[in-house]
């Protein structure tokens, strides 16, 4: 009899302890998978936004009526995309600050928002956009519609003084 219950304490016994390696594998096998996610949107949208700079910069100098169609992927989880205005420091020997545009991309990682932002190479660039946005004060605020996952066409255009940027169906 005695030899029955240490043959079912030690079975009990190797079946906790493999139980437990399993939850332990399984939650860390969960957080790097989350972590990995987190770090393929960040990729993916960095690499989407540096081609439109990119080729803002582009058509910029090639000159009015220039475009460019940039076939892109996005990723889940992009809650907003903007071209915000902003102002170069103002330094004493130089009066007034330089105004640029830059893209500002939020997303959610790890549950928390997270921005990027993304500038023309030539900081004199500016940016605009007319049919796939909504202006909220000084910021072009692109639809909802443009913020889902799956592939997008962006559409680059040189409009003299200014690079218009917009999705296109």
Avoid: W
């Amino acid at each position: 009899m005695i030899k029955k219950a240490q043959a079912s304490f030690e079975l009990l016994l190797i079946l906790g302890f493999s139980l437990t390696l399993t939850i332990l594998a399984g939650g860390y096998y969960m957080s790097y998978s989350n972590n990995a996610s987190d770090a393929l949107v960040g990729t993916q949208i960095e690499r989407v936004f540096t081609d439109v700079m990119g080729k803002s910069t582009r058509v910029f100098f090639a000159g009015n009526g220039n475009r460019i169609t940039i076939e892109a992927s996005f990723p889940d989880r992009i809650e907003e995309i903007a071209i915000e205005r902003g102002v170069t420091s103002v330094g004493s020997d130089l009066g007034v600050g330089v105004n640029f545009s830059y893209i500002n991309v939020t997303s959610i990682r790890g549950g928390e928002f997270v921005s990027q932002t993304f500038t023309p190479d030539e900081i004199s660039i500016q940016l605009n956009c007319t049919f796939s946005c909504t202006y909220d004060g000084e910021r072009a605020i692109f639809d909802m519609e443009h913020l889902t996952k799956g592939p997008k066409r962006i559409r680059v255009e040189s409009r003299g003084d200014y690079v218009e940027i917009n999705f296109i169906n």
